[in-house]
């Protein structure tokens, strides 16, 4: 079965930090353009980052850039997003998106809350 499966996400306080995972099985992340996405109430789709499938040329959205960083490890057939400084702002779920060409897949989401 072809899926994407976010985890890592639960209640930190500001100034806390991390790591969300997508994982992959069914197909490989290799080829793929991965990003993470987040959804808050309220609040528009956001793209937050992305990572290339080659040489893994990296993405940030301004509101992020500086605390959170993406990476890949293909052997493990997973994406990460590292999470540092969290914020009260940077509450929402997280997506996980996966495209090669005209195939697409996408993750349910974790919920990251930043609270104190």
């Known amino acids: 079965q072809v899926q994407l499966v976010e985890s890592g996400g639960g209640l930190v306080q500001p100034g806390g930090s991390l790591r969300l995972s997508c994982a992959a099985s069914?197909?490989?992340?290799?080829?793929?353009?991965i990003g993470w996405f987040r959804q808050a109430p309220g609040k528009e789709h956001e793209g937050v980052s992305c990572i290339s499938s080659s040489v893994g040329s990296t993405y940030y959205a301004d509101s992020v850039k500086g605390r959170f960083t993406i990476f890949r490890d293909n052997f493990k057939n997973t994406v990460y997003l590292q999470m540092n400084s969290l914020k009260f702002e940077d509450t929402a779920v997280y997506l996980c998106?996966?495209?090669?060409?005209?195939?697409?897949?996408w993750g349910r989401g974790t919920q990251v809350t930043v609270a104190s």
């Open positions: 998106h996966a495209r090669l060409e005209s195939r697409e897949h």
């Open positions: 069914g197909f490989s992340l290799d080829d793929y353009v």
